[in-house]
């Protein structure tokens, strides 16, 4: 399939919206998160501020053309690194390197350093993304605690090779 990156820009925003409620929905079963009473997990975010803020660049991960999840990445200016803020793949297209794929081209955006971070509870994406670093870094990475203490944390230095949107 034909992986590729679309920035998002204002107009998408709704779209977006939906796919950070269905992030959400599918993290519960691993988090405990709680629907609240009007059916959303997702109460207080400002999404705008991914669009409007230029320390943040929003993504659709599009496999063949067809919207199959997003990422966000936080430009860290104090720190100047990237930080893999949000990466969502729809179930429809996890298992078929989409996501492997998406995560490449992420970190092929941006040549510099790098973090990604994961929840002590989310073990799949851990798991996720010690096996996508090692293999992106040929196992040239640092594990780390989340500053946050919440989870592991990946620093590496990324290299820029894939030119596109």
Do not use: C
């Not at 997990?41 to 599009?62: G, H």
């Not at 994961?118 to 799949?124: A, C, H, M, S, V």
Request: proline letters at 2%.
């Amino acid at each position: 399939m034909n992986v590729q990156l679309e920035k998002i820009t204002e107009d998408k925003i709704s779209t977006l919206k939906r796919l950070v409620e269905l992030a959400a929905y599918d993290l519960s079963e691993l988090s405990g998160s709680k629907i609240d009473e009007k059916g959303s997990y997702i109460t207080n975010l400002n999404l705008s501020a991914w669009v409007d803020d230029p320390n943040y660049e929003p993504y659709f991960i599009r496999a063949d053309m067809e919207l199959a999840g997003f990422v966000i990445i936080k430009h860290l200016t104090e720190e100047d690194v990237y930080y893999l803020n949000h990466f969502f793949i729809l179930r429809k297209f996890r298992r078929n390197n989409i996501g492997t794929t998406a995560a490449i081209r992420t970190f092929d955006l941006y040549a510099g350093n790098w973090r990604v971070s994961e929840f002590d509870w989310n073990k799949p994406a851990q798991l996720f993304w010690r096996k996508v670093i090692k293999d992106y870094t040929q196992n040239n990475y640092v594990d780390i605690r989340r500053t946050d203490n919440k989870g592991p944390a990946q620093e590496f230095s990324g290299r820029t090779k894939y030119i596109g949107s």
